[in-house]
């Protein structure tokens, strides 16, 4: 039993389930509002999202992140300490203004989840999306003997005292003349994934260099109360810039050009050093509601366990201290792993998916645009010409800027060759898991090529 919430722990809940695989394959409903839009109240469009895609590129567009991004406010002597022991980020020359991307593993060294890490001031912190990364930071911060305060902004379908800061993405090449068009008083030139604070309609705002699409843009967060001002501002100066505001629909596609693949699977369901972790998490945790979906069908729960290269975040892993799963990755290090491509999907094939809807046969598993992932956790195979798994096409999407359908994967490093020739197989074995939203249907073998990752070419100017 969980000790604050009394609630059965994840532990509990775990020893019921005799096929964690099944399960999460199965039964079980997606927390995000991702795949769920009913989660939050932005809508899917506001115009449509072809032109939203199409604004971040030739415009500007404006996403409201407000509603489906958990926060962690953490204060305290022992903070900087917590966090440098937490993550496999180095903490050299993190500095207040700063942020950074933040993530975790576990003793094997498999990833429990990432972040964005805002250093406020000494000793004062603030997270920003990764729910299960904010567990597991809160679960140190009550059980590790750190001195340290914890304050949590839960989304707002989870969240009864509702949100207490707003969040918006300003991102697009025309973004940079709306947010000198908004701030009161000198500009700041803020470098990329820093922060300044500014004043936006009378309103205190904190700007984070940084941009959802790859491209040069800016999130502003602020208290909940201001957001309505400060997205009104926003608004009427990028009017005449190609400003549109952005829906859920195009917001969760940008993956696709920038190269995120978000919320893998925590690897926390196994293992005795995490079993006190199982036991303070509540069954009612994001952790008990993982859905697993896609051709790869694994035996064990550790199949879907990804590390930090597999997710691309090698370039971030540093191993000048000491930290949780620092041992095992640098053991891994030496071995063979995968890494970070973008899959460009075959024109034909993809045709071929959208023609079966209108023959007599079951139809190929239906091919959503924009977002066309399924799944909290998309795990589809990915195989060479010899027919090997090579990995998993995990994101997948449409593009109106580049006008493909592509997805993310993590594949051998020997196949990540731009140009080569691979497969993916789209749909589930079987006919279909239980997942209610999943319809029967039939796989397809679908050809596609490694590209670039991330693929968009705003995406690989970014600054690291």
Sequence with gaps: MNQVTGQPSLEEFLKGIPDLVDYFYNDTTAPHSKDRSGLTPVPAEFGNWVDEQKAWRDGAVLFDQSHHMPEMFLKGPDAFRMLNRIGINSFDKFVPGKAKQFVA????????????????AENSFELVSGMH?????????TTGGYDVTIERDLPTSVNPRGRTQ???GLDGPASDEIFAAVVEGPVPNIPFFNFARVRIAGCDVLALRHGMAGGRGVELGGHIA??????????????TLGLRPGGTSAYFSGNTEGG?????????????????YREWLPSSSWETSSQLGGSFRAQKIEDYYVTPWDMGYDRILKFDHDFIGGEALRRAAEGPRRTAVT??????????????QLEDELPYKQLRFPMASYSFQQNDEVRDASGDLIGLSNFCGYSANERRVMSLANVARDKATPGLDV??????PDGGSRKRH??????????????PWPYAMASQRRPT
């Design 133 to 141: 990364m904010q567990n597991w930071v809160e679960y140190h911060a």
């Design 105 to 120: 593993c576990n003793h094997d060294g498999h990833m429990i989840g990432e972040c964005v890490l805002f250093y406020l």
């Design 423 to 428: 497969t993916v197989t789209w749909g589930e």
């Design 260 to 276: 995120w693949m978000p919320y893998p699977l925590p690897a926390v369901y196994t293992g005795t050093e995490l079993k006190a």
């Design 166 to 168: 707003f969040r918006f």
């Design 343 to 356: 899959l460009v999907w075959n024109v034909d094939d993809v045709v071929d998916i959208f023609r079966s």
């Design 438 to 451: 999943v319809e029967r249907h039939r796989q397809k073998i679908v050809r596609a090529q490694v590209a």
């Design 226 to 239: 201001d957001g309505p001002k400060v997205r009104e501002a926003l608004l009427n100066a990028g009017a």
